[in-house]
């Protein structure tokens, strides 16, 4: 009974029907179809290898059919089997390999492949090695050695720090020292009248200052006789300070040109011409330059060994009148001879108006001065200079009231400049 009911092995039939076309067949196998009729192939037995697995009570038996039949469905089954794996294979090929002209065909300004996707920062992706740098930088010199660059570092380094000194040097501002006046004490007198004074006048010190400079008056210094005795001597003034200016005031005594006083009226005062000796001997020789106003021309002559008039009026009978009541509104006229640095100062002026304010005047030229302007009207000396210094030069007027004056006083800014720029070229 089971003999008689128990079906034909269904392997052996699934297998004849996944055999290959015969050599005969009109389509030549290639490695991309008999890949795929082997995976329609495995998939069938697979499939047999399953159904055979069911128990037999649980399968209910085909019905028999007869050989013909069978045939024609195995030769259908194969041939489906093979025109799939021929689409299959011509759909993969058509995938790995685009038809030419597919980018000919994209639409104008469509984005690339890949825009829009997120950066992939973990894979290196180091540059070829043909792109690669093969000769040294060119800041690099194939000669250098670590000494020829250390040395190089050296002096750029040395060279930073002079620039940074010489800038402080020629943008630090001029420091200008003002010889003091002096008022002596009134003997019994009570009050400031008693005491000695140092002190300048105003218009000598703006004028200074109107340059952008600091002014330092220079006190008198010594032991003897002094409530509060200091070791600071003047050449400690002269060693600090860039220049000198040496303001008018009272009469220079005869005694420091080794004459007797011609008139009690007029003694001069001695102590203040030693104290400003000592200072002009002392800014000369630390080569700082000197301009003397009024009685500093007049000390300046005295100092390298010239006499002066001690009074005009009744030495020089014929000269013009050279002070008078109105103080510093009374004027004459100067000239400027050949050769004078005055005349380079002042471009296209061989006279000046100035203001003229002193009884006294240079009377025999000290050694190695020479005349800078002289009165129009009587030669007297007005201006003098020593030569042997970078600048040490006096005017017999006062330039601190020639702008109060009016514009047609010589305008004496010039001058000052002059002695300015003497003192930032000689203060180191």
Not at 178 to 199: C, D, M, N, W
Not at 257 to 272: F, H, K, L
Not at 286 to 310: E, M, W
Not at 369 to 379: C, H, K, P, R, T
């Amino acid at each position: 009974m089971s003999e008689n009911t128990t079906p034909p092995h269904s392997g052996s039939a699934d297998s004849s029907s996944v055999s290959p076309p015969s050599s005969s067949s009109s389509f030549p196998p290639s490695p991309k179809v008999r890949d795929a009729t082997a995976r329609v192939a495995t998939d069938t037995l697979d499939s047999a290898s399953a159904g055979k697995a069911v128990s037999d009570a649980d399968v209910v038996p085909p019905p028999p059919r007869d050989a013909s039949t069978h045939d024609v469905a195995a030769e259908a089954r194969a041939q489906a089997v093979h025109e799939t794996a021929v689409q299959e294979a011509a759909a993969q090929e058509a995938a790995a390999q685009p038809p030419t002209g597919a980018m000919d065909n994209k639409p104008r300004g469509a984005p690339p492949p890949g825009f829009g996707a997120a950066p992939d920062f973990d894979t290196p992706r180091p540059p070829p090695a043909t792109v690669l740098a093969t000769l040294p930088p060119a800041y690099l010199r194939q000669t250098d050695t670590p000494w020829a660059v250390f040395g190089r570092s050296i002096a750029a380094h040395v060279r930073r720090l002079f620039d940074r000194a010489g800038q402080r040097i020629t943008q630090r501002t001029l420091r200008i020292g003002v010889s003091a006046r002096i008022f002596h004490p009134e003997p019994g007198a009570k009050g400031l009248r008693g005491k000695t004074l140092q002190y300048l006048e105003e218009s000598i010190a703006h004028w200074v200052m109107s340059r952008d400079v600091v002014v330092f008056m220079i006190p008198t210094v010594g032991h003897q006789g002094m409530l509060h005795p200091s070791n600071i001597r003047l050449r400690d003034y002269a060693k600090h300070l860039d220049g000198l200016l040496l303001q008018g005031g009272a009469d220079v005594s005869p005694q420091s040109y080794a004459q007797a006083t011609s008139c009690i009226e007029w003694p001069g005062d001695r102590v203040r011409d030693m104290y400003e000796l000592e200072l002009l001997h002392e800014f000369i020789e630390s080569g700082k330059p000197v301009l003397g106003i009024c009685r500093g021309c007049q000390l300046i002559n005295v100092a390298f060994g010239g006499t002066l008039y001690q009074d005009i009026s009744t030495e020089v009978p014929t000269a013009g009148i050279h002070v008078n009541e109105h103080y510093d509104q009374h004027r004459h006229a100067v000239r400027f001879p050949d050769g004078s640095t005055l005349m380079n100062m002042f471009p296209g002026q061989r006279e000046a108006l100035v203001n003229s304010i002193h009884h006294q005047a240079v009377k025999t030229l000290g050694r190695d001065l020479n005349i800078e302007a002289v009165s129009a009207e009587d030669g007297l000396i007005e201006a003098v200079r020593y030569r042997r210094a970078p600048f040490v030069v006096g005017v017999q007027w006062h330039p601190e009231f020639h702008r109060a004056g009016g514009p047609e006083l010589l305008d004496c800014t010039p001058l000052l400049d002059t002695f300015l720029r003497a003192a930032r070229e000689t203060r180191f």
